[in-house]
């Protein structure tokens, strides 16, 4: 699964990319850690009446069903992420109903934990090896209840995951969701995830997009679980007797 992120650098870069007026793009204070249950404010891409549009929305969807406080906490934290088997697959599902509602989470890498024997979890800090930003596919919602200090419904999202790949493998290897990785999209298939047209046959080709591990590093970083500075100490890397291949 993922529930820690990371997003050092510039949202104005993506902004560039996608050609976005930087008078539109939200500030947002770079960061080395966040975790999902914080429901904190991140940078997300969508498409919405003819053009693309970068929001800070809160990692932690809201869905309609959630619309009392007393189901907002008592449902939200399980919220962060989303298999795509459930979006794609069971009609059921509140991720099938919500699957033309995509978007992109923007990051500069992602935290994962190992079992490694010991009594504590060995977490790891995954990125690109040749792309400083890159985009997990996420869905989005509107929440049902008004925020009570603006009035607005804000916005919220999850991110997708999928089975991992050999390299993930080796990281996320225990728990009731172990070998499962977040959605990494190629530049060239995040924009296709925002396409408003995707039928349900190509939405679901491109969550069965494995991500080349060849193409990934990793390295082994200090707990995240301890409150620390937020900065770039956070993904240093450490030693550890054992580390996955890169």
Request: a neutral charge.
């Amino acid at each position: 699964m993922c529930y820690d992120l990371s997003f050092y650098k510039n949202v104005p870069l993506v902004a560039e990319y996608l050609n976005i007026p930087f008078a539109q793009v939200p500030a947002f204070a770079p960061t080395y850690h966040k975790v999902a249950q914080s429901f904190c404010p991140w940078p997300v891409v969508l498409y919405e009446n003819g053009a693309y549009h970068i929001r800070l929305f809160e990692w932690g969807l809201i869905a309609d069903y959630m619309n009392t406080p007393e189901k907002i906490k008592a449902y939200r934290s399980s919220m962060a992420n989303a298999r795509c088997e459930k979006m794609t697959d069971d009609k059921r599902s509140v991720w099938h109903r919500l699957r033309h509602q995509r978007c992109l989470v923007l990051t500069t890498g992602f935290f994962e934990h190992q079992d490694t024997g010991a009594k504590k979890k060995q977490p790891y800090f995954i990125r690109l090896k040749n792309q400083d930003i890159f985009c997990l596919a996420g869905l989005y919602h509107y929440a049902p209840l008004p925020d009570p200090d603006t009035g607005e419904l804000k916005g919220t999202f999850t991110i997708i995951t999928r089975p991992a790949n050999e390299l993930m493998k080796q990281i996320h290897n225990a728990g009731p969701n172990k070998h499962r990785m977040p959605l990494i999209l190629t530049n060239e298939l995040a924009i296709r995830w925002l396409n408003p047209g995707l039928s349900d046959e190509e939405i679901k080709n491109i969550t069965e997009f494995e991500f080349p591990d060849a193409e990934m590093e990793t390295w082994p970083v200090n707990t995240l679980r301890k409150p620390k500075p937020d900065d770039e100490k956070i993904i240093r890397k450490i030693e550890v007797p054992t580390l996955p291949h890169n």
